[in-house]
């Protein structure tokens, strides 16, 4: 139940977050519209909150022990890789930045494939690591596999590109293979190599094709901001951000009397609403959502010491490691502490596909503790 109240209690965040960041952007999309509004982006998400209900409840009646058979496990890998390639074929998807990011369908919303494929991560990581623990004896062994199967499974958000996304996957699953008794050591081995060859893979292939300059120009902003506003670009998003948490002193704006959120920081309602808020309610705003955060983080984590099928626990370390990973990476970009990388905050900012796999991972975890 303190998971569900949890929800909630995020949910509220969102609804005060998104209803006044993103009233000046919903104006301007909607101002040609037959009927301008300024809640086209709260309204749409609202939307997007009930479907994902929906869908939340018909995952909650599979049986957690549906997803350790093999047949079915394959069988979601190959409807989730199809889903995932579908974004380099013509006329279907979307590209934004040079990075293909949703698929529109026609007669169908637009979906993001990369959020199942996170949500799929963990259920197949689960199921590896489980396997792998009980016929691998050597941690030498289960490293070299583990890099194997990741490299593999994550290889196609490199021609995405989408180094984000493979970025929460990588730590993701490791914090998923010290839980399976893996040496630390080398799993922080292993997080260092592959951020160290993301970089070099990035600034390499930026000079073979305009598809992956934007990495390159992303961590070059990151390291030196030019002084260029007519741009309006990576450096700028950063900068204002900045501008939207700090400038405004300890207690902030107050609700609703925002500035930055008026066309100065651009996707408040998405990638930055963590510093478009915090402008109204710098220290009650934050210290609520990440109050949120960490009891969720320790709420789960003390009700899996009475949980004791392994398989069970291992879906839930994964699922809360996406979700909280995810979460202060976001937080982090918005602080400049990261370079951009177009992650959204779990369960704040608007996105359809992103709420559903929230709302999907969160039904997972409360079945998981209550069925202990």
Do not use: C
């Not at 949910?11 to 960041?21: K, N």
């Not at 730590?171 to 922080?188: D, E, F, H, P, Q």
């Not at 990388?341 to 369960?347: D, E, K």
């Amino acid at each position: 139940m303190p998971i569900i109240v949890t929800w909630i209690l995020l949910t509220l965040y969102w609804v005060l977050a998104i209803y006044s960041v993103s009233i000046h952007k919903s104006f301007t999309l909607t101002l040609w519209w037959w009927d301008p509004t300024n809640y086209f982006y709260f309204l749409r998400h609202l939307k997007s909150i009930i479907i994902a209900i929906v869908a939340a409840l018909v995952v909650y009646r599979i049986p957690i022990s549906f997803f350790q058979k093999q047949r079915n496990i394959v069988i979601i890998t190959v409807i989730v890789f199809i889903l995932q390639i579908l974004v380099f074929v013509p006329w279907i998807w979307i590209e934004i930045n040079w990075a293909r990011w949703w698929l529109d369908i026609p007669f169908l919303p637009s979906i993001q494939p990369s959020e199942f494929f996170k949500l799929w991560y963990v259920l197949f990581m689960s199921w590896w690591l489980i396997r792998k623990r009980k016929s691998i004896d050597s941690d030498n062994q289960l490293v070299f596999s583990f890099v194997i199967i990741n490299v593999i499974s994550l290889l196609i958000f490199f021609f995405i590109p989408d180094l984000g996304s493979a970025l929460v996957m990588w730590l993701t699953g490791s914090i998923m293979a010290i839980y399976a008794w893996m040496n630390r050591k080398k799993v922080v081995w292993i997080i260092f190599t592959w951020i160290t060859g993301a970089i070099i893979f990035g600034m390499i292939a930026s000079k073979v094709s305009t598809r992956f300059a934007y990495i390159q120009q992303r961590m070059t902003y990151f390291i030196s901001s030019p002084n260029d506003e007519d741009k309006r670009w990576i450096w700028w998003q950063n900068e204002q951000a900045l501008a939207a948490i700090w400038w405004w002193g300890f207690w902030g704006k107050w609700y609703w009397k925002w500035l930055q959120k008026f066309w100065y920081l651009p996707e408040a309602q998405s990638d930055f609403v963590f510093a478009a808020f915090s402008e109204e309610m710098w220290f009650i705003g934050n210290i609520t959502l990440l109050a949120l955060y960490f009891y969720l983080t320790y709420y789960v984590l003390t009700k899996l010491v009475y949980v004791r099928d392994e398989y069970s626990k291992m879906i839930a370390i994964g699922l809360l490691s996406l979700i909280i990973t995810q979460a202060f990476i976001n937080i982090w970009v918005n602080l400049k502490i990261l370079p951009n990388t177009w992650l959204t905050l779990p369960f704040i900012s608007h996105g359809g596909t992103a709420i559903m796999t929230n709302i999907i991972s969160l039904i997972i975890l409360y079945k998981i503790i209550k069925n202990r």
